[in-house]
Every structure is written in C-alpha cells, then in structure tokens.
C-alpha cells in the first residue's frame, strides 16, 4: 500500500512570553500581509512587533498564560484525522509563523518518504494572506532539502459539507441557549477574521468565500428566519479593512435590543482571537452597550462532522487536480484573480 502524507497549514502562535515578539515579527515580515518593500516591511514589522508586544497582544495572550492554544488543537484535529484515515496515512501540523514551521516538518516528510503528499490548510477559505503564504513557504522548504512528490493541494472548502453541518450543529445549540436564557431569537453574527479591502480589490477571494460560507451555515441550522449577519474582527493598522467590524454589529445589536451570538466560521480551532477578542473583549464591549445577551459559538474542532469532512476531502484529492477546492473546481468567481486555481498555477 502507498502511503500519504498530510499537511495540515495553520498560523501558528507563540509558546512563551518571549516568544510573542519574534511570532509578531515572523507574521508581519511576510510580503503577503505587508505589502510593502523589503527595507519599509522591516521598519514597520520591527515597530509594531515591538509596540503590540508590550501592549495588545502580550496582553491578550497573557489571557492564555502567555501562550496560543493554537498548536495544541492543531494537533488534537491532525490525530483525529489520522485515526480516521488509517495507517497509511500519517499526519503533519505545519505552522506559517512559530513552531514547527515548514523547514522542520518538510523534513520529517522527507524522513518519512510518503508516496504522495495532500496538503491539506486549516483555513476553509482561500485568501493570499493566509493558505498561498504557508504554501509558498512550504514550496521553499521542499525545494531546499530536495523533496519532491506526488503532490495535491486542497486550496479551500468554504461550502464542503461535513465544515457546514458542524458549524450549524454548534450554532443550533446556542441558539437554543440563549433563547432560553433570554426568551428572545438573537441575531447571529458571523464573525470573520478582517483584511485591508486593498488586498479584495486585488482579487483576493476570502471575504466571497466567508459570505458564501455564512450564508450555507445560516441555510443549514434548519432555523426559520433566522437573524444573521456577517462581519470582521481583528482590525491593525490604519487601512481600511472588511466592514462592518464586529464592534459595528454589537452597536446595532444594542440598537435593535437583540441579544447575539457570534461564530467565528473562519476559524477552525480555539485560539487568542475566539478565547480572549470575542469571549473577552467583545463580551465587555456588548455587555458596556447593553446588548441584552451575548453567546459565543464554539470553532468546529475535532466535531466529528468536521474531520469526517477533512478525511473526505484527502481521499477525493487522489483524482483532482494538482490545486483545487474540494469540489475539485474554482468556487471563485471569475472576477478573483486571486483564486487559488489561477494564482498558483505557476506551481502546478
């Protein structure tokens, strides 16, 4: 029998108090999130890790004991998946910006010496800043130490259905909570990790795909009329970003004296923007509005429909194209030219 390697990408996150600094540096030296010259992207990735370190992130993530759960659920979901898929498959959790990252776990691939290689990102939509960075990365690493494969990437399954049925299972569990609780059907925000609108009018495709994706987790919870709305959280920097932002979506949810609840449906797994910026942060700013209920909707984790969905989307990869959606095809419009299928293709 062959066997297969796993890629699992993600963010990464720091380990330690010390490390948050050279995380903040690591995240925003990459030209894909500043886009700016080498010498000016320095400067400003030296300021702002400096600056965010002292202050707003060494703060949130002293919430978590100066540390991001981040690797740990990565871990839980890649051995779920492996469990599921059997031995001739072994997973890999590869980080983009702290340990492990993609010049370590290429290597132990290469130790391994799969027959072929999925890489498969723990972000469910495409966007250059986060699935096209860890793989360019990953490109870099193979090329440097010689491994070279068989090798499929799933480049984003904002729609895929096992992704789907677990988010609405989660919100349809809170949604009865709070109804409960407060007696009145809230409003369900989506909340989506922002971007500068620039990096949209590129051609990225994330906020699509996120607004597609809401609107299938909407359809899915089976909830007649539902209340919903998107909107962006996570906001640096003086660009303009993604709107509304999600504090906009509190104000009007205080306004209309609707309680909320808020799924974060980019994210997969637990980490300091669900555990501290929605659980924390945003609960005192609803709670300082007078919304009359806040609830947030647990990431999809190790949801059994969920990494049913990721084992699917593996064992389909054999016969698809060398980078495509679950579905095999772009789910991009044509106007993106940042989907996955067009902007790679230099790779294929």
Known sequence: ???????????????????????????????????????????????ISIKRSKKEAGTSYGELGDKSPLLENSNA???????????????????????????????????????????????????????????????????AIGLSKPEKLICCYPQENGFIRANAANVRDVFDKCELETGISPRVLFSAHGLPESIVKDGDPYQAQCERCAKDIADATGLENLDWQICYQSRVGAQKWLGPSTEDALKKAAKDAVPVIILPHAFTQEHVETLVEIEIEYREVAEHLGVPGFYRVPTVGTHPDFIRGLADMVLSSRTAPHIASNLGISVCPENFKRCAMRDLCGNC
């Not at 290429?106 to 096209?132: E, G, H, M």
């Open 1 to 47: 029998m062959s066997r297969t390697a796993v890629i699992l990408f993600n963010l990464g996150g720091p380990d330690s108090k010390e490390s948050i600094k050279p995380f903040l540096m690591n995240f925003f030296m990459d030209p894909n999130i500043v886009r700016l010259p080498p010498p000016f992207r320095y400067l400003l990735a030296k300021y």
């Open 77 to 143: 979901q890649a051995q779920a998946l492996e469990i599921l898929l059997g031995s001739d498959y072994k997973c890999f959790v590869c980080m983009r910006y702290w340990h492990p990252m993609a010049d370590v776990i290429a290597a132990q691939v290469k130790d391994y010496n799969p027959d072929n290689i999925v890489l498969l990102p723990l972000y469910p939509q495409y966007s250059t800043t986060t699935t096209r960075s860890s793989y360019q990365t990953w490109k870099k690493a193979c090329t």
